[in-house]
């Protein structure tokens, strides 16, 4: 029953996302290691991606996140909302993998918390003066991520090549 609320509510998000003509993401891994975490570069970590899916021109996403270290209150205190379907939210699940309460929020890059917008904002300026090193273009994916650096930038010319 849980998973079909899960695909109920993913899929209600997804709507929404297209509707609005920007991108779905699943924000996955979120981890940080020890010595950073209770730290304002946690936030900004996140406030970051905010910028970021802003810069692309907005997204809609969607996390798993743990209760155990307090993940999920952080998230949520930043912009991060339960999923729901059928207006009901969905319940935290227990992840036996990782050996804990799990909780699925969905994010949008338009409605964080206003208390965080000059930081995101601060965020999309650094992202502009951030020169991307790339190796010798060997790679499938490099075209996108000059497109990337581009869109950031606004600068091509800024891309270091490395090889």
Known sequence: MLGAQIRAAVETELDFAKRRGIWYVELGGWAICESMRCTTEAIRTLLTVYALSRIQGGAVGLSSA????????????????????NGMEISPYYDAGYACEMELLGFDSDSPNVRYEGWINDCQEMLHQVPVVLGAPTNTCISDLVSLQAAVAGHPGQILWQS
Do not use: E, Y
């Not at 743990?66 to 379907?85: A, E, M, N, Q």
């Open 66 to 85: 743990t209760t155990r270290h307090h993940s999920s209150s952080i998230l949520r205190r930043i912009g991060g909302r339960p999923l729901k379907t």
